[in-house]
């Protein structure tokens, strides 16, 4: 009977639910991560609550060596974790669900929708079998490619296979973990794996919505793309040629001096899409100059694109608050992209989750540093912009970080996990919550009065 009265009141507040079910996967995943047979050296609480905050939240931040650290079982259950983190534990369960009911509730629906798609979809079955069957077919190629790439580099038919699976899953959710010692650190100079990765990131971090209008398109054989398709392409493509362009700008002398030309740009378009919520690099990030830290720290905050594995503000948000820009710029009463206008209402949204996410990163990062009075960056002591990046990455759920992870002291681990939780849930249940006030209007305004802005 209590659960029956439990499960109604998740139903009617679909955002609790999503919390719920990452905290709870979370806080079972640190659990087994605890347990003697996942980890080979002494492993505190606190430590294994990080690696399981990390990688099911899709982050990639590590307090311990994850290649020495752990077991093989001990590997098996992050990348457990990250698969459910990607999708979704609420993916799954409604997944689930399904497999024992024909029809789910209109709150289920609603949080499936919000997810993954910018309108509601009548026929959730066939939409979660699409997003399955994408997921593994596209980790699957992946696994497959860095299985011939990491067996040409001597590593022998087991522990290529291991290391492939677990390399392809962590890409394409955009986890960033590695069982390498170095990370793709030590692939620096194999343009197969470099390439490998960077795709398995861009299925992942590119969006559910897209890839199924694209399928739509093509078997509808429609003619228009709608204005979400044409926002977040332009915005995705726009920010990878904008960090490969600037990376190489400001460290094509510097971070990658000891590379040819066809490498830097590899290199440069790696860490550009890589920076967007992934959190792998083949480059020490301590070892890029501050003009270029400071474009990690743009691109981690834009992040990934919505409806898909990634973090961040989304793509769509940041070119959503372009549009209303340049719009007002040029006379336009309202946002107008493509030549379609942006409901007034969508722009508010935008507006409030980048407020609130700038104010968390303000929040987190006084936070750190009070904890953390003296972080180490680059071979100084730039403790604001270590803590910064370190804040933004976690927010973000990105991974990348200059060093300040492993010297993390327990009020620090402790600030990072919250910052991740954050990241992930947080904003999501935020939207979901936008989402249902939207729903339901107020009938009534208030009188108009100005205020002086600027």
């Given at each position: 009977?209590?659960?029956?009265?439990?499960?109604?009141?998740?139903?009617?507040?679909?955002?609790?639910?999503?919390?719920?079910?990452?905290?709870?996967?979370?806080?079972?995943?640190?659990?087994?991560?605890?347990?003697?047979?996942?980890?080979?050296?002494?492993?505190?609480?606190?430590?294994?609550?990080?690696?399981?905050?990390?990688?099911?939240?899709?982050?990639?931040?590590?307090?311990?060596?994850?290649?020495?650290?752990?077991?093989?079982?001990?590997?098996?259950?992050?990348?457990?974790?990250?698969?459910?983190?990607?999708l979704g534990v609420m993916t799954f369960s409604v997944f689930i669900a399904l497999g024992f009911k024909d029809s789910l509730s209109f709150s289920s629906r609603l949080s499936l929708q919000e997810s993954f798609l910018p309108h509601f979809t009548p026929e959730p079955r066939k939409l979660l079998f699409t997003i399955f069957a994408y997921t593994f077919i596209s980790e699957a190629l992946i696994a497959l490619g860095l299985f011939l790439c990491f067996l040409g580099h001597g590593l022998g038919i087991k522990v290529s296979l291991a290391q492939a699976i677990f390399h392809a899953v962590s890409a394409f959710c955009?986890?960033?973990?590695?069982?390498?010692?170095?990370?793709?650190?030590?692939?620096?100079?194999?343009?197969?794996?470099?390439?490998?990765?960077?795709?398995?990131?861009?299925?992942?971090?590119?969006?559910f919505p897209i890839?199924?209008?694209?399928?739509?398109?093509?078997?509808?054989?429609?003619?228009?793309?709608?204005?979400?398709?044409?926002?977040?392409?332009?915005?995705?493509?726009?920010?990878?040629?904008?960090?490969?362009?600037?990376?190489?700008?400001?460290?094509?002398?510097?971070?990658?001096?000891?590379?040819?030309?066809?490498?830097?740009?590899?290199?440069?378009?790696?860490?550009?899409?890589?920076?967007?919520?992934?959190?792998?690099?083949?480059?020490?990030?301590?070892?890029?100059?501050?003009?270029?830290?400071?474009?990690?720290?743009?691109?981690?905050?834009?992040?990934?694109?919505?409806?898909?594995?990634?973090?961040?503000?989304?793509?769509?948000?940041?070119?959503?608050?372009?549009?209303?820009?340049?719009?007002?710029?040029?006379?336009?009463?309202?946002?107008?992209?493509?030549?379609?206008?942006?409901?007034?209402?969508?722009?508010?949204?935008a507006v409030t989750l980048v407020f609130i996410y700038l104010l968390a990163i303000m929040l987190f990062h006084f936070f750190l540093t009070f904890t953390e009075p003296n972080i180490p960056f680059y071979k100084s002591q730039h403790e604001f912009l270590g803590a910064l990046f370190e804040v933004v990455s976690a927010l973000g759920t990105v991974g990348l970080s200059t060093g300040v992870t492993s010297n993390l002291n327990l009020w620090g681990k402790i600030c990072i996990i919250l910052t991740m939780f954050v990241g992930r849930v947080g904003l999501l249940s935020l939207i979901s919550f936008l989402s249902e006030v939207g729903h339901e209007p107020r009938p009534y305004r208030y009188p108009k009065e100005r205020v002086m802005v600027g």
């Open positions: 009977m209590e659960w029956k009265r439990i499960n109604r009141k998740l139903e009617r507040h679909p955002a609790r639910a999503v919390i719920y079910s990452f905290a709870l996967a979370d806080i079972i995943g640190a659990i087994l991560l605890w347990c003697p047979f996942s980890h080979v050296k002494t492993l505190s609480f606190i430590d294994a609550l990080f690696t399981s905050t990390s990688a099911i939240c899709v982050t990639g931040l590590t307090v311990v060596n994850t290649a020495q650290d752990f077991t093989h079982l001990g590997q098996f259950i992050i990348l457990v974790l990250m698969q459910l983190g990607g955009n986890a960033g973990f590695s069982t390498f010692n170095d990370g793709m650190i030590d692939f620096q100079k194999s343009y197969a794996v470099l390439a490998l990765i960077a795709l398995a990131i861009l299925l992942g971090n590119t969006g890839v199924y209008e694209l399928l739509s398109f093509f078997k509808e054989k429609r003619h228009k793309l709608s204005l979400h398709f044409k926002l977040t392409v332009y915005t995705h493509v726009a920010l990878i040629i904008f960090g490969t362009v600037a990376f190489l700008w400001f460290d094509s002398a510097g971070a990658m001096a000891g590379l040819s030309w066809p490498l830097k740009v590899v290199t440069a378009v790696f860490h550009s899409v890589s920076a967007r919520t992934a959190g792998f690099n083949s480059i020490d990030i301590a070892h890029f100059s501050e003009h270029s830290i400071y474009v990690f720290l743009i691109l981690m905050v834009i992040g990934a694109c919505p409806g898909s594995t990634g973090g961040g503000i989304k793509t769509t948000t940041f070119a959503v608050l372009s549009c209303t820009v340049w719009s007002r710029l040029r006379g336009f009463p309202q946002a107008v992209a493509f030549k379609r206008s942006i409901p007034v209402d969508q722009v508010g949204k």
